[in-house]
């Protein structure tokens, strides 16, 4: 079946450096791809996302692109904020899409000032 | 902006009992979701809705069973609560079937069963 595979976290940072999150996936298909984020005592919310191939999602500075030929979709940000200490979970969405996402298990990111 | 209301934030509960975890959204969409969060295994699908009275089993529904009367709730139960239900339950909806739509979350209720 479908898997996300994401970084183990923690991972800490310090405020400004470059970030990377590595998501790399399983799928028989050609998957949607999305970014979720988690703030402390909240619920997840879309970060960006991408549906074919080469796409780049981005929002609030962070980036991914759908990479078929490595079955990857990780996450950049180029300058880190201590606001973006959150958990980011990787997910993909596959056939009738009334079945929801499959979802990494997360990475817990620390920003540092 | 889409809102999903989850309508208890944290709740404890003891074993055995009945529990209700009630989700509204409202934006009339037709897919609803339940999830369970825990630490290292990350989110598990439970059950789904794709319209009202319809339910369809995730990828862990032993011990959990769902309602969806009308089309803006859909209600996790726990019939019997045991403690290894204790977790994070996230409750999300989705605009349509195309597997494009994005998942929009409630904040969580978290559950403790002692």
């Known amino acids: 079946g479908d898997s996300v595979t994401q970084m183990e976290g923690p991972v800490t940072l310090s405020e400004e450096a470059f970030l990377t999150i590595n998501c790399t996936y399983t799928?028989?298909?050609?998957?949607?791809l999305f970014w979720y984020v988690q703030y402390p005592g909240e619920g997840l919310q879309l970060l960006l996302k991408?549906?074919?191939?080469?796409d780049k999602g981005s929002n609030k500075g962070f980036e991914a692109t759908y990479r078929k030929e490595t079955t990857s979709f990780h996450l950049e940000k180029g300058s880190v904020q201590v606001s973006d200490s959150a958990v980011y979970f990787c997910?993909?969405?596959?056939?009738?899409?009334?079945?929801?996402?499959?979802f990494g298990k997360g990475t817990h990111l620390i920003i540092q000032p | 902006d889409v809102k999903v209301t989850q309508s208890s934030r944290y709740l404890v509960k003891r074993t055995g009992e009945k529990v209700f975890l009630e989700c509204v959204q409202d934006?009339?969409?037709?897919?609803m979701f339940w999830y369970r969060q825990d630490p290292g295994l990350g989110l598990r699908l439970i059950y789904f809705?794709?319209?009202?009275?319809?339910?369809e089993k995730g990828d862990i529904p032993e011990g959990y069973s769902v309602s969806r009367e009308k089309k803006e709730r859909f209600s996790l139960i726990l019939e019997s609560a045991s403690t290894n239900q204790t977790s994070m339950y996230l409750c999300?909806?989705?605009?349509?079937?195309?597997?494009?739509?994005?998942?929009?979350f409630g904040n969580g209720t978290r559950l403790t069963v002692t």
């Open positions: 799928a028989t298909g050609y998957p949607s």
């Open positions: 997910a993909l969405s596959e056939g009738g899409g009334a079945d929801g996402l499959t």
């Open positions: 999300a909806s989705k605009e349509s079937h195309s597997y494009n739509s994005p998942l929009h």
């Open positions: 934006m009339d969409h037709e897919n």
């Open positions: 809705s794709y319209d009202v009275k319809m339910k």
């Open positions: 991408a549906t074919k191939a080469d």
